[in-house]
Every structure is written in C-alpha cells, then in structure tokens.
C-alpha cells in the first residue's frame, strides 16, 4: 500500500463539512465531538479569524483518507498509538514478540525434553 498510515489526511467519511476536524480526531485517537468542541470553543474565545484561516489552509493542504487505510479498528487504534508515542508503540510490539518467542521456546522444550511417556506413544504408533 503506498498511502502512509502515519500522515494527516481529510476523514471526509465522518466529515461535517471539509473533514478537517474528523481527520484529526482519526489521527490523534481523541473523539470526534470532542475536536469538534474544542475547534467551536477555540473560535468563539477570541481566535476568531486565525482559527478559520487555519482550518481552511488544513483542508487545502491534506489529502482526502484513502479508502481501506486499515484493515480493522484494531489496526487503526495501533497507528493512532504509534503517531502518538512511537517509542512506546515499538516496546509494545518488542514485548509481543518476547512473548511469542518465550511461548514458541516452552513448546520447543516440550517436545525436545526427554519425554519417555511422549517417546512411548510414538513408538506404539510405529
């Protein structure tokens, strides 16, 4: 897929009027009502104009979300982490992979040990 999961685009799917505010809630992880709270409350407390002048340099400037971006909620919820604290998403993958390798090991140990009651099932089988 060439579309990068870790770049800003326009969520024009949940958008209420350009997709500006949806696709920064899409990449921060925080709601959308939310953003779109914060975005009306920042307007009406005195940044009238620049916060206008932003949001529409915003849509003119990001591209529309690719459709099929990610497979499931799930792979989503991982991006938006790893945008967030990429270090913290790496530890969390490493330790995943620490625990496969830790499982696949005991299972290795299992049937390589000296099983004679594992070693006398496969015999009777012969």
Not at 1 to 22: E, F, H, I, P
Not at 93 to 110: G, Q, Y
Request: proline share 3%; charged share 25%.
């Amino acid at each position: 897929m060439s579309a990068s999961r870790t770049k800003y685009y326009l969520d024009k799917q949940n958008a209420k009027w350009m997709g500006v505010c949806s696709g920064l809630a899409d990449y921060t992880g925080i709601d959308v009502t939310w953003v779109r709270v914060g975005a009306i409350v920042l307007t009406i407390m005195g940044g009238f104009p620049w916060t206008l002048v932003a949001y529409f340099i915003a849509a003119w400037l990001a591209e529309p979300k690719p459709r099929g971006l990610y497979d499931n909620a799930e792979d989503a919820k991982f991006w938006q982490g790893v945008r967030a604290n990429p270090g913290r998403s790496a530890r969390e993958v490493r330790s995943r992979f620490r625990d496969i390798d830790r499982r696949l090991s005991d299972i290795e140990v299992h049937y390589t040990s000296s099983n004679t009651r594992l070693a006398r099932e496969i015999d009777s089988l012969r």
